[in-house]
């Protein structure tokens, strides 16, 4: 009898498990304030955009370095992105609302964690090198113009994740 209710319960444990919520990982402290770059004109960052490091649980991240193309819109940006995110490769294609300074949202329906505001947190003086997270901490990406971050940069790029609140013990480098 009691095999025959185990095996009635099974299928109704396996519902309910599968409708949980999934929980984020947040690769920041939640308590330090995050800043937006709010001098860079969010339109100035279109082009083509290499990933150069991604915050990852695992010391492997688990895929490939991505990257992103932005366009400029009538409305804002279109991006065409596919990022390693806490090891799990990450697509969204569609427009980018500007929201507000240095902030940026996916107008479509968007993959977790793409799926929330981005905020620009740093872009060097020449638009080579942009620092891209979230107020959640659930990703932090290092992006490039291409796959080779001179030592200044990189330096300047992990100093802003530190001030934001990034534990830089995650960050994986490619």
């Known amino acids: 009898m009691h095999r025959l209710i185990a095996v009635l319960l099974l299928p109704l444990l396996l519902i309910a498990c599968a409708q949980l919520p999934v929980e984020t990982t947040s690769f920041r402290r939640a308590q330090t304030q995050i800043w937006a770059n709010a001098v860079t004109d969010p339109v100035q960052l279109a082009g083509r955009w290499t990933q150069v490091a991604t915050f990852a ?13 932005l366009s400029q819109t009538t409305q804002g940006l279109y991006a065409t992105a596919q990022l390693c995110l806490n090891g799990v490769s ?13 902030q940026l949202r996916p107008v479509d329906r968007a993959q977790a964690p793409l799926d929330r505001p981005w905020w620009v947190l740093w872009v060097d003086a020449d638009l ?47």
């Open 57 to 69: 649980t695992r010391a492997d991240p688990g895929c490939a370095a991505g990257g992103m193309e």
């Open 128 to 174: 080579r090198t942009l620092v891209l997270g979230t107020p959640d901490g659930s990703f932090g990406v290092i992006l490039n113009r291409d796959a080779r971050l001179p030592e200044d940069r990189r330096k300047a790029a992990r100093d802003i994740l530190r001030w934001n609140g990034y534990d830089l013990s995650l960050l994986r480098e490619y």
């Open 90 to 102: 990450t697509v969204y294609r569609g427009p980018l609302a500007i929201v507000g300074p240095g």
